[in-house]
């Protein structure tokens, strides 16, 4: 259950990260990063942003709305970046997954004493002190609000990658590995947006260069 336990421990300021997208065989792993005032989050979590949650258990047309409540909340500050599928193939995923969640913190230009929540396991690198929360986005308010921002963030991304790349799929899929996917990838062969390095793409044995 969302609370905000976690951030009472942390105290202000506290960020909460998280990050979408490491799964998938094209496009961007995105990371973002919410920070609000403890009293500003406890008033919230009893009226706005009362349905906040783990993304992945919010239908997409929530995800949508309650990413537009987030951003246009007073207090809060939020910023959503990401780690390109050519950092993703010379960094590897894990890496450019905290890349983005580092950009993401500093996006917030805060400086002076910080806490940042992460969901999931340690991130090294990132520009302040940490606490990593296994299921973060399904116990810590601050990091559900992350989770909604990546995920619709990458969301829209894939839109944009189902207009310059018809016939793959994105739209519906999201880049993840499915049968339609895979099946197109197979036709058609990758777009300039799919990660090299992950397994059906180099398995298709390209050319150098492409």
């Known amino acids: 259950m969302v609370s905000l ?8 300021v506290v960020v909460g990260v998280d990050e979408a997208g490491r ?18 989050a406890e008033a919230l979590l009893a009226d706005e942003w009362s ?38 193939d010379r960094l590897n995923i894990l890496r450019s997954t905290h890349l983005a969640m580092r950009r993401a913190v500093e996006g917030l230009g805060f400086g002076g004493k910080v806490t940042i929540l992460v969901d999931g396991l340690p991130v090294p ?27 619709t963030a990458r969301d829209a991304d894939c839109l944009r990658l189902e207009a310059l790349y018809p016939g793959y799929g994105f739209a519906r899929h999201k880049g993840y590995p499915t049968p339609e996917h895979l099946r197109a990838l197979a036709k058609l062969g990758p777009c300039p947006e799919h990660r090299r390095s992950f397994g059906p793409v180099s398995q298709l044995q390209l050319p150098l260069g492409i």
Do not use: Q
């Open 5 to 12: 336990d976690f951030e009472h421990e942390a105290g202000d």
């Open 125 to 151: 690198g990132l520009p302040f002190p940490s606490r990593n929360i296994v299921k973060g986005d399904a116990k810590s308010l601050l990091i559900a609000a992350a989770s909604i921002l990546a995920k």
């Open 51 to 88: 349905a906040v949650n783990d993304s992945k258990k919010l239908s997409e047309k929530r995800r949508e709305a309650l990413a537009e409540t987030i951003k246009a909340t007073d207090g809060c500050k939020w910023c959503v970046a990401s780690a390109s599928p050519a950092e993703i």
């Open 23 to 40: 799964g998938p065989l094209a496009g961007g792993v995105y990371a973002a990063a919410v920070s609000l005032s403890i009293a500003r």
